[in-house]
Nanobody
Framework: QVHLVESGGGLVQPGGSLRLSCAAS????????MGWFRRTPGNQREFVAG???????QYAPSLAGRFTISRDRIKDTIYLQMDRLKPEDTAVYYC???????????????WGQGTQVTVSS
């Protein structure tokens, strides 16, 4: 079992920045990709960004350029740097882990509990 714990959510003004963190623990020997999804009220969870053990990254096209995913292998933690935030970025952000990027976006990965991000003035 893989355990994922997110942190860093909160309230930020439009145009501001926020960095989310996700620490992984447990039986993660089969995990080769981690990433972020988000769910806005009334909508399905959508893919935001993913990163592999080899540091290959993938982004939702609409978010590339404002959001940056990174990882610290020593700390077994990934990050999501979110810049120039907009009110429509308001969502619950979930960390996810899977055996590959393909599995991350197409199959049921391991999920964290989610962290709320609210962009509002």
């Amino acid at each position: 079992q893989v355990h994922l714990v997110e942190s860093g959510g909160g309230l930020v003004q439009p145009g501001g920045s926020l960095r989310l963190s996700c620490a992984a623990s447990g039986s993660r020997f089969s995990i080769n990709a981690m990433g972020w999804f988000r769910r806005t009220p009334g909508n399905q969870r959508e893919f935001v960004a993913g990163i592999t053990e080899g540091y290959t990254t993938q982004y939702a096209p609409s978010l590339a350029g404002r959001f940056t995913i990174s990882r610290d292998r020593i700390k077994d933690t990934i990050y999501l740097q979110m810049d120039r935030l907009k009110p429509e970025d308001t969502a619950v952000y979930y960390c996810a882990a899977a055996t590959s990027l393909v599995a991350l976006v197409s199959m049921e990965p391991y999920w964290g509990q989610g962290t709320q991000v609210t962009v509002s003035s």
